[in-house]
Structures are given as structure tokens and as C-alpha cells.
């Protein structure tokens, strides 16, 4: 299970393929751990790290995942799975965490004391991801929406303050925290495939999740058969999705 001969970035992202068979060989249970460290320090929306984890090893919930998945390849020959879940009902959690680690960057001084800037640093924490974040059965989220409306008439303003575009922004995070992980893999000669198509409802059983959380994808992990990748890489003619201006 030794890992050797660490690729670059460059050359992890261009290896980097969804596969869809994996080999019946094992790898290493601390290596994928590390990747998901790695996926942590992804970009995250105002720090919130709305976002969990599941590392399974276990053979027989693998299999449980796999059946959940409409039995894939990539989940039935799977050696690992990771589970990426996004937590937007952690909002509350976050938040405070964010304030507490910002107050023992501050020291010890009296609140008085604080800069302009330590003080709206936490000000945003305290009082502008609440507003955003709270909601009461979408009602506060549409009025909010509206009244956002109205004010970007006259000045740029964030205009997503409903609670279906706060899913979107921890589904975001959640998925270039999968990149991460998926790339950091990628570095180290393992393979992953990212699955959507999965019974969601049956997963979060399976892992005895909460019924607010939302899965992001579910990541296959092993190394790849020969047939495992399917065919060539395709992707549009650069000069269609590339725009300077």
C-alpha cells in the first residue's frame, strides 16, 4: 500500500479521471485520511466550513452504499468511499466558532480597545451571517429577497438571501472541498469518482445522518482497472467556455 512518486498539481489534475472500476487492491486508510484534511482547507464561503465528511472503510457498509447508489461499479469495486456532506443547519455552530477564534486573535484586551477592522470582523460574524442566514419558513428569506431587490436598484447589493440560496452557497463550498480531495488523491496515484445518482434518503440511513444535511456527492476511491476509465477525456473546444474582456 506504499504510495510513492507524488505528483504536481498539474500533473495530479490531468491524471485525474472519474473511474469507474476499481482494482481489488487495498489502499491506505491513513492516505485518504490526509486527502480529506487537504479537502478542508478548500476555499469556504465566509469561513463557515458547512461541510462534513464520511470516510467509510467498513466492506459491508460499502456494499450498503453501493446498493443505495443503484449498485455502480464505482461504488460496488470502491476499496473506500467518501461521503460529502453539506451542513447548512451548522450555520449557528460555525458562526460562534468563527467569533471564538477571532477573539483569541484579538488577545486579551478589553472589547473597547478593538480596531476598526477586529470590530467588524466581528460585527459581520455577530450580526450580518445571521441576518443572512436566519429564516423562518422562507417567509423572512423572501422578504429579505425583495427588499435586496428594491436597495440594488440604487447600489450594488448581495442579492441571494433566500434559504434555497444559502443551500447553494454549502453546496458550493462542500463541492470544491471534493476537488481538493479528489486532486489531493489524484497527487498520490489513487482514484476517485464523484457520484450523484444515489438514493439520498437511504444513504443518510446508512450513516445515521441528520435529516437536514444534504449529501454533496459520494466519491468512490481505489485504483483504477484499465477498463475502469471510460474512453478518452472529452471537454468542448476551449475557445467556447473562454471569454476575455
Known sequence: MAVTNEKSVSEAIKYRRSVRVFKNE???EQKVKECIQLATLAPTSS????WEFYHVVSPEIIQEIAKASFDQNAAKTAQQIVVVVARKDLWRKRV????DHLKTQYGTKPEADYSKREKFALNYYQKIIPALYFDFLGIIGM???LVFQVIGIFKPIY????QSDMRIVAQKSAGLAAQNFMISMAALNYDTCPMEGFDSLRIKKILHLPARSEIN???GC???????????RFRVPFDEVY???
Open 159 to 162: 442579492r441571494q438571501a433566500r
Open 243 to 245: 471569454f476575455k474582456k
Open 96 to 99: 460562534q466558532s468563527n467569533i
Open 143 to 145: 422578504i429579505k429577497f
Open 26 to 28: 487495498a489502499i491506505d
Open 222 to 232: 481505489g485504483i483504477r482497472e484499465e477498463q475502469g476509465v471510460y474512453g478518452e
Open 217 to 219: 456527492m459520494i466519491l
Open 47 to 50: 469561513n463557515m466550513q458547512l
